[in-house]
């Protein structure tokens, strides 16, 4: 056990999808996973660890933004042994054409700080994803014909942002779509040697202003993790 996390040795598995939502942890490991079994419910941060297609999967609950999300990806690495890191999760399209329940997958993530920024100084390091991880999920997404972008994206680490002018300069510059956690995935991937990707769907548009409604969005969720299963597990 961790201070965050109640799962004993050997119930978390070398694969972790991370949402953001515990429940939607609780919602795709409950649709995917056969034999889902919960390993933690510290915070009401649940996860669940179960098999998909006779490989061990883990659904950990990552809480909203980096400096939650830093807490619960450095535990399950040191003290659990994770080895790929997916984050499943929404964000809001800057690009028009990008469309709401598109899938974004995250070639880089810029940002203007992370929980990290401390260890870099002045240094502006460029988090990126795994490429075999990106790679097997643009074929993934193919595959089911999901219609898919893939890019950078932007990680803030505020909901309520009143940048206008930082947001015209991404959109400028090709930035695909806003989240609020994957620059210090990335990072931390990189830190201990492990692999990471941030698969997306597109619930609103900044531009547009459009947004996917409550009964639409477990159709368009369940390509996101259906790619990301599929992407880690790749030959």
Known sequence: MTVHIGAEKGEIAET???PGDPYR????????????????EVRGMLGFTGTWR?????IQGSGMGMPSLSIYVNELIRDYGAKTLIRIGSCGAMQEAVAVRDVVLAMTASTLSTPSRGIFRELNFAPCADWSLLSAAARAAESRAVKTHVGGIYSSDVFYDERPD????????????????????????ARYGCRALAVLTV??????????????????????VEIALEAAFSE
């Open 16 to 18: 972790v999808l991370l």
């Open 25 to 40: 942890a609780r919602w795709a490991a409950e649709t995917f996973l056969e034999n889902p079994k919960l390993v933690n």
């Open 54 to 58: 006779g490989h061990p999967v883990t």
């Open 166 to 189: 930082l947001n015209e300069q991404m959109e400028r510059h090709g930035i695909l779509a806003v989240e609020m956690e994957a620059a210090e995935l990335y990072t931390l991937a």
């Open 203 to 224: 619930s609103d548009h900044l531009k547009t202003h459009e947004a996917l409604p409550s009964d639409q969005r477990e159709k368009s969720f369940g390509d996101m």
